[in-house]
Every structure is written in structure tokens, then in C-alpha cells.
């Protein structure tokens, strides 16, 4: 089977990782950097050139930065009307990325979450802070990914100036719910073809409260309570991801989804776990095509 994985960097620990798990499965493997890529459309033959060739595949996976979603979820689209497998579909991608759009599904799929607010740059700041509880609150870029653009505001004062800077900026934010009870942790559920692959417990470093490993936060192996595993395997499939990690907090009231993740990286899940994630990835993309 030929499998193309979209990457920018072949050098990144996931993509070796496929690359080397496809390999093992006897599959022929290519790395195609999809931001030059360039798409032809045309009736009843849509067609992927890339480096002077048409782009030929049985399956794609997908390894999207946040930062080129438009793009690359244009290329994914164009595999689609090619009738290509891919891992990880145009329009889930899209979904994921949409912080606001992506809460508001898990919310409607009747999935546990901080509580979260977001308004339109409104200037009644201090109604904004109340409505998730007063401080000490999160604070959120609708863009931000790995940890950057959240922020601690530990008083009402704080949280006031921030709203009101980043409102000034007319950079979009979340006000959020913080949960005293997580202590800086949260939980990572690597999920492939609707079933747990891993989990980990992620656990920020100290004078941190983002628990992300690029933050310096720390990894270790953890077993899913039944209530954590369906609350994870809920909120991949409301978001359409075959491939998916989902972060949430353990709370008093239970599991409360932060993010569902659709191009999770491999090294945290398995360094934790010490399970062969990339080798669950291949096999997925086998039982599809």
C-alpha cells in the first residue's frame, strides 16, 4: 500500500515514527510537505501536484500544524474527491481547530467541560469574569496551541486588564473556569479507530500551571476510569476524528473536557506508555483500505 503522511518536517519524532511503523508493515511511505502542494480542480479529475509529479496514494495521515489549517485541510479535501483514505477527514480537521465551534459540539453531545465564555470584544468585562466564577480564571487565544496564548489571571484586577488588552489588540479570547482541583494536571487519551490506545497524566512543572510537555510539564503512565475512557471516545466521535487526543481535567464532578486534539504527537503518548502508538495509526489505515 502506498501511504503519503502530510508534514512539514520529516524530522519531527511523529512522522519518523509512521514512517518507521508503515515501513515495518511492508507499506511504500512518502513525506509530502502539503504547504506546496498545489491542487488541480477540474470535473471528474482532481489531482495533487507536488515537486513536478501528480501525487499517487491508496491512504494519507495527516499531520497538520495549527497554523496552516486552511491550507491543509484544503489539500486533505482534495485526497477525499480523489477517493483516498485519509486518517484524519478535512472537515473533522476544521472542526478541531475551532476552539469555539469544537466547545460547542462537545457541549451539545452533553460532554462535561470547564465553563467557558466568549463574547464578541464586549465591553462589560467585569460580567464576563463573574459568569465563570470570578477569579482565579483562565484565560484563552481562540489560536493558540501547545500552551501559548492561556493565561492565569489569579485576580479579578488582572483578568479585567487582560480581557481588556487583548479586546484592544481585537484578539479573540475565552474566559474559562479554573479548576483548583486538577493541581496543575490534566489527562491525555490517545485515541485511534474509536478505542484508547494510551493515556497519560500529564503534570506541570512547578510555578506552572500549564501541564503541555513543550511547557516542561512531565508525563507518566495512567489507567482511565470507565467514566474518563467514554467521556474521551464521546468527544472524538461528536468531532468526527479517527485520530485524536483528548485533554481534560479530573474534577469533583468528574472528567471536563479542555481540547480534543487532531494531530496529537506521539513522543509524550509513548514515552509514558511505552505502547507502539504509530504501529495502532498503521493498522487503522490498513482495516480502511
Known amino acids: 500500500m502506498k501511504i503519503v503522511i502530510l508534514s512539514r518536517d520529516p524530522g519531527l519524532y511523529s512522522t519518523k515514527r509512521i514512517v518507521q511503523a508503515a515501513e515495518e508493515r511492508k507499506h511504500e511511505v512518502e513525506i509530502i510537505d502539503h504547504s506546496k502542494c498545489t491542487l488541480e480542480i477540474e470535473k471528474k479529475n482532481p489531482r495533487v501536484f507536488y515537486k513536478g509529479r501528480y501525487v499517487e496514494a491508496d491512504a494519507i495521515i495527516p499531520r497538520i500544524g495549527a497554523s496552516v489549517t486552511f491550507y491543509g485541510s484544503a489539500v486533505v479535501r482534495q485526497f477525499e474527491m480523489m477517493k483516498v483514505f485519509t486518517a484524519v477527514e478535512s472537515q473533522a480537521l476544521v472542526r478541531s481547530r475551532d476552539k469555539l465551534r469544537s466547545l460547542q459540539i462537545l457541549s451539545r453531545a452533553g460532554l462535561g467541560m470547564p465553563k467557558t465564555v466568549f463574547t464578541n470584544y464586549a465591553r462589560d468585562v467585569d460580567e464576563v469574569i463573574s459568569s465563570v466564577g470570578g477569579a482565579?480564571?483562565?484565560?484563552?487565544?481562540?489560536?493558540?496551541?501547545?500552551?501559548?496564548?492561556?493565561?492565569?489571571?489569579?485576580?479579578?484586577?488582572?483578568?479585567?486588564?487582560?480581557?481588556?488588552?487583548?479586546?484592544?489588540?481585537?484578539?479573540?479570547?475565552?474566559?474559562?473556569?479554573?479548576?483548583?482541583?486538577?493541581?496543575?494536571?490534566?489527562?491525555?487519551?490517545?485515541?485511534?479507530?474509536?478505542?484508547?490506545?494510551?493515556?497519560?497524566k500529564r503534570q506541570a512543572k512547578e510555578g506552572e500551571f500549564r501541564?503541555?510537555?513543550?511547557?516542561?510539564?512531565?508525563?507518566?503512565?495512567?489507567?482511565?476510569?470507565?467514566?474518563?475512557?467514554?467521556?474521551?471516545?464521546?468527544?472524538?466521535?461528536s468531532l468526527g476524528l479517527g485520530i485524536a487526543g483528548v485533554d481534560m481535567l479530573q474534577s469533583k464532578r468528574g472528567?471536563?473536557?479542555?481540547?480534543?486534539?487532531?494531530?496529537?504527537?506521539?513522543?509524550?503518548?509513548?514515552g509514558a506508555t511505552k505502547k507502539d502508538i504509530a504501529r495502532e495509526i498503521i493498522k487503522y489505515v490498513e482495516r480502511n483500505v
Do not use: W, Y
Open 211 to 237: 501541564s503541555n510537555l513543550h511547557r516542561g510539564g512531565t508525563a507518566t503512565l495512567i489507567q482511565l476510569t470507565d467514566e474518563e475512557e467514554v467521556t474521551a471516545l464521546k468527544a472524538a466521535k
Open 136 to 200: 482565579p480564571l483562565i484565560l484563552k487565544l481562540l489560536e493558540g496551541t501547545q500552551g501559548l496564548g492561556v493565561i492565569l489571571c489569579e485576580t479579578e484586577g488582572a483578568a479585567k486588564s487582560v480581557i481588556e488588552a487583548f479586546n484592544g489588540l481585537q484578539a479573540r479570547v475565552i474566559a474559562q473556569e479554573f479548576i483548583p482541583e486538577s493541581k496543575g494536571a490534566d489527562i491525555r487519551a490517545f485515541i485511534v479507530d474509536n478505542l484508547v490506545v494510551g493515556a497519560m
Open 255 to 270: 472528567p471536563l473536557v479542555l481540547e480534543v486534539n487532531s494531530s496529537p504527537g506521539l513522543e509524550g503518548i509513548e
